[in-house]
């Protein structure tokens, strides 16, 4: 059954919602893919970018090229990551500076829910299974205390910053942006967007490019193969990050991108001994919103399973 301009609809708003993520330091737009059920759908459709396409635009046209890239869904989804982005970021960067407890706290509920939910799709919990899971958890939240390098600004690894950086992106519980931050070419690739220093751009994108398409195919091989497990690591990380967002932190220190102050080193707190106003009630209230929100968004999902089109 194909799909209708509802479904796209639908689609560019997971898209927007993976956006909004992406715009948060420490939260990933992979996570949002994968709780909204499209990740899979995701992979599998960067999966198609490859020589294949060629070969079936010359032999088929166009029409059956796109079909085969599943180039509809991309290109929603892509509007929504756009939109949201362009629309969003100043919002979602202003509440991140002004009400960091109240973001945090929305986020965290959100990503605890989507433990659940993924850890669902998990058909067999054996050994092997909780094990993965484990080494999963223990290495996202050894990532989340790693302490950044210096600037870097070679070219090789500019190149080797951005395939790492796109597949964090891609990784549920991983933040892109956070990877970029510890590898020490945050500072880099945003004074070369500034200054509109086109080899580093074109680097960092090529970097990019080559990871998004590398990873892409060893997560489908994954999923195809070891599905189960897969299931296991992915949740091992997106429960490893929820160190970097509890919402109650102490900075220990920061540092200065661009005028943009980025904490690089936090202690996490209880609430009861925040200095200052914990904002205890509300950030209870937006954690159990954003923990609703996920089984909202599993509902939507479960009525619109990917169909390919």
């Known amino acids: 059954m194909p799909r209708k301009l509802l479904d796209y609809a639908i689609i560019s708003l997971k898209g927007m919602a993976m956006g909004a993520a992406d715009v948060v330091p420490g939260v990933s737009g992979g996570t949002i893919a994968f709780i909204s059920g ?183 091989w994954m999923f195809k193969n070891y599905k189960n497990v897969t299931l296991a690591l992915l949740t091992g990380f997106i429960l490893g990050s929820l160190n970097k967002i509890w919402p109650w932190k102490v900075v220990l220190e920061t540092k200065v991108f661009d005028d943009k102050v980025i904490p690089i080193n936090e202690q996490n707190v209880s609430p009861f001994a925040f200095e200052g106003d914990a904002q205890l009630i509300p950030a209870i209230g937006l954690a159990i919103l954003g923990f609703s929100l996920i089984f909202i968004l599993e509902r939507i999902a479960a009525k619109n399973r990917p169909i390919s089109d």
């Not at 890239?69 to 509440?95: Q, T, Y």
């Not at 002004?98 to 993924?118: C, K, Q, R, T, Y």
């Not at 070679?154 to 519980?173: D, E, K, Q, R, W």
Request: net charge positive; proline share 3%; charged share 10%.
């Open 38 to 220: 499209i990740y899979e759908e995701l992979i599998s459709s960067i999966n198609n970018i490859n020589l294949g396409l060629i070969k079936t635009l010359r032999k088929e046209g166009f029409k059956a090229c796109w079909k085969q890239l599943n180039g509809n869904f991309l290109v929603a989804l892509f509007i929504g990551i756009f939109i949201s982005v362009l629309s969003l970021a100043k919002f979602l960067s202003w509440l991140l500076a002004n009400e960091p407890i109240l973001l945090w706290s929305f986020f965290f509920g959100l990503v605890v829910a989507s433990i659940f939910l993924v850890g669902k799709e998990i058909k067999q919990w054996n050994a092997m299974s909780i094990i993965i899971l484990i080494v999963g958890a223990v290495g996202a939240y050894l990532i989340t205390t790693i302490p950044p390098s210096e600037n870097v600004d070679s070219i090789p690894y500019l190149f080797l910053s951005g395939a790492l950086a796109v597949c964090a992106m891609i990784l549920p519980g991983i933040s892109g942006a956070f990877i970029l931050v510890l590898l020490g070419s945050y500072k880099t690739i945003l004074d070369a967007v500034h200054q509109r220093d086109l080899l580093t751009i074109a680097t960092v994108g090529f970097g990019a490019v080559f990871g998004l398409l590398s990873f892409a195919r060893l997560l489908k």
